[in-house]
């Protein structure tokens, strides 16, 4: 990575309308473009697998996917099917062959009709199992076998899941699917949770789907739990994720100040700039030496070195420590006390006061990280009142924490060396210019 051209990664707009495989295939494309800018230990996979230290951690990112960007059910769901695949694989054999995998089917080709064929003995054209016909929900395949008979394997809703299940029932017929699901299935009462979650029409973390994908996602569950009949809003998920979701968490990562503090730190640089210009032009139209014109490269050099650090979303200051300012949702923690401070381990007797405010806070949370639940709103949360009635000046200097990734370190070194870089030349050049004019000699 250049130091005087490294760029953060690049914001990533969300796609508007349902998500769809085409846009996915563009958010994948947009991800090779990245690779430069996101190092190996800030991948997704290392995110994902929570093998990043704060601020890059699984929490972390369900954090930003919550209260920045508004879509945490795609993780939420993400996570939930990787475990489900998992427990599913890790089932009895015999549990297993009661949902077989849900086969998709080749595309099939441009059907013609043969003239000179009878109508009665014309072949219908091959079915994609995703490609279902939703005026006539009948099954594009059978469960197992052409022998199986699906009727043995129908039963009534457990009264433990009833509402799930009736949850799951109702987005069926909503979507025009008729036919009883196999209650017989292992994970059946799960997937009823899950559906009446996530793929339901308005359910409290309704996937951004399609009308047409979400009828053929319900249409698969109905006839197998098998996690294959997940891919399809599989693929679209974790394309989100890696293409759009995971780019933008890094960049506001690499982020140490809240925006109070970058917005008042640009302006800061932005009027020293203004006062170099200012001390300039006085210093032309004098008639003191032009050597006193040395004082502009100062101004200049400060004011560019903080506006440009800022305009990445740097404070310089509290780079300095290698702090970044405490989020919102962070500053306020009823659960947090002085004599949670006292039982601080071993690992944590080199960070400060602030640093195991933070970890105890974190070790409080996770309600986002629980698969069913209630939506990922959050204002009701306390933090929200308390920091809407907090005064600008103690947003701006606000408490700060050590970033503990190595990896979010050493960006932020680079983007600070760069602004260091570009602020000294810039101002060398304006300060030459300033100096080699002649004097107006007013005053």
């Known amino acids: 990575m250049s130091i005087l051209f490294y760029k953060r990664p690049d914001y990533v707009a969300k796609v508007p309308g349902p998500m769809s495989l085409t846009q996915c295939q563009i958010y994948v494309e947009r991800t090779q473009k990245h690779r430069r800018a996101i190092p190996p230990e800030l991948s997704f996979e290392n995110v994902i697998q929570d093998r990043a230290l704060p601020p890059c951690a699984l929490q972390d990112f369900m954090d930003y996917l919550v209260y920045v960007s508004h879509d945490a059910e795609n993780l939420q769901f993400w996570l939930w099917l990787q475990d489900y695949t998992r427990r599913f694989y890790a089932a009895p054999r ?248 006292d039982r601080a381990g071993e690992d944590e007797a080199n960070l400060s006061t602030d640093d195991v405010f933070s970890m105890n806070s974190r070790s409080k949370k996770g309600i986002s990280m629980d698969t069913f639940g209630t939506s990922n709103s959050y204002s009701h949360e306390l933090w929200v009142e308390k920091y809407q009635v907090k005064p600008l000046i103690h947003k701006i200097f606000t408490k700060s924490i050590w970033v503990q990734d190595e990896t979010i370190r050493l960006l932020q070194d680079r983007i600070v060396m760069q602004s260091h870089i570009w602020a000294f030349l810039i101002s060398f050049v304006i300060t030459a210019l300033v100096i080699g004019l002649p004097k107006a000699n007013l005053f």
């Open 94 to 341: 015999s549990e297993q062959v009661l949902s077989p995998p849900w086969y998709q089917v080749e595309a099939p080709q441009t059907y013609v009709p043969d003239p000179n064929q009878p109508v009665a003995e014309r072949k219908k054209p091959t079915v994609n199992a995703y490609e279902i016909d939703f005026d006539n929900p009948e099954p594009a395949m059978s469960p197992g076998s052409p022998q199986f008979d699906k009727q043995s394997f129908l039963s009534g809703s457990t009264g433990t899941k009833l509402s799930a299940a009736d949850s799951a029932q109702d987005a069926n017929a909503q979507m025009g699917l008729k036919w009883q699901s196999f209650t017989i299935q292992p994970f059946r009462s799960e997937i009823n949770r899950v559906i009446s979650h996530y793929l339901a029409p308005n359910s409290p973390r309704e996937l951004n789907l399609s009308h047409r994908n979400r009828a053929a996602v319900l249409h698969a569950l109905q006839h197998t739990t098998h996690p294959s009949a997940l891919s399809l809003v599989k693929d679209m998920v974790e394309a989100t994720l890696r293409g759009q979701s995971h780019p933008n968490f890094i960049r506001w990562s690499i982020c140490n100040g809240n925006k109070p503090r970058v917005l008042f730190v640009r302006n800061s640089g932005i009027a020293h700039v203004v006062m170099a210009v200012i001390l300039a032009i006085v210093l032309c139209l004098s008639h003191v030496s032009r050597w006193w014109r040395l004082f502009v490269f100062p101004l200049c050099f400060i004011g560019f070195d903080i506006g440009v650090a800022a305009y990445k979303g740097l404070c310089v200051i509290i780079h300095t420590n290698h702090h970044r300012a405490l989020r919102p949702w962070e500053q306020f923690d009823d659960g947090a006390s002085v004599s949670s401070f």
